[in-house]
T-cell receptor
Framework: AQSVAQPEDQVNVAEGNPLTVKCTYS??????LFWYVQYPNRGLQFLLK??????LVKGSYGFEAEFNKSQTSFHLKKPSALVSDSALYFC?????????????FGKGTLLTVNP | NAGVTQTPKFQVLKTGQSMTLQCAQD?????MSWYRQDPGMGLRLIHY???????DQGEVPNGYNVSRSTTEDFPLRLLSAAPSQTSVYFC??????????????FGPGTRLTVT
């Protein structure tokens, strides 16, 4: 069975500092990995994905994520945090092969960027 | 292009009442799914469909029914609402194409309270 762990329920950073939101996964075979963001009282918005190729993936709003196969991790990063980045972030995984279309989500990490 | 739409946005039910949450997409996506979001639980898959006439159970299907008579619509039915079904419900859709990463697009959500 596939699974995602987001070990931190909350992450607090100061505006202008770099941020990291951690994600590790378990899946059979090669993974497709995703990050989504949810602002208060809104649906989930896609940020970025890893399918294949470069381990560093760039996405929306200046976010990037680094895929590490040996550590089964896909941490979300941003060099300089903004107050407007404060939101709930979800990591998700599905296997790349076969007919399993189901995404499995982590429990989410609440990012707070302090002015 | 409206994307994924959900109605209603808010609903209050009494225990034992029934209702249908509506979901529609105009992107000709084959794959559609329903999730519920509860604090600290992330998103959990209720039911999903890989095309018109085909549905299957997800992680937490009990108490919910679905059908998929058209590509566009994927309603979720609560036959006899229970307080444990108080949650925020999200519908999502994606392409189901060979080689696709199945990135999912989410609707704005329905906030359901069962008293």
């Amino acid at each position: 069975a596939q699974s995602v762990a987001q070990p931190e329920d909350q992450v607090n950073v100061a505006e202008g500092n770099p941020l990291t939101v951690k994600c590790t996964y378990s899946v059979s075979g090669n993974p497709y990995l995703f990050w989504y963001v949810q602002y208060p009282n809104r649906g989930l918005q896609f940020l970025l994905k890893y399918i294949t190729g470069d381990n560093l993936v760039k996405g929306s709003y200046g976010f990037e994520a680094e895929f590490n196969k040996s550590q089964t991790s896909f941490h979300l990063k941003k060099p300089s945090a903004l107050v407007s980045d404060s939101a709930l972030y979800f990591c998700a995984v599905r296997p790349s092969g076969g007919s399993n279309y189901k995404l499995t989500f982590g429990k989410g990490t609440l990012l707070t960027v302090n002015p | 292009n409206a994307g994924v739409t959900q109605t209603p946005k808010f609903q209050v039910l009494k225990t034992g009442q029934s209702m249908t949450l509506q979901c529609a997409q105009d992107m000709n996506h084959e794959y559609m799914s329903w999730y519920r979001q509860d604090p600290g639980m992330g998103l959990r898959l209720i039911h999903y469909s890989v095309g018109a006439g085909i549905t299957d159970q997800g992680e937490v299907p009990n108490g919910y029914n679905v059908s998929r008579s058209t590509t566009e619509d994927f309603p979720l039915r609560l036959l006899s609402a229970a307080p444990s079904q108080t949650s925020v419900y999200f519908c999502a859709s994606s392409y189901r194409t060979s080689g696709s990463s199945y990135e999912q697009y989410f609707g704005p959500g329905t906030r359901l309270t069962v008293t």
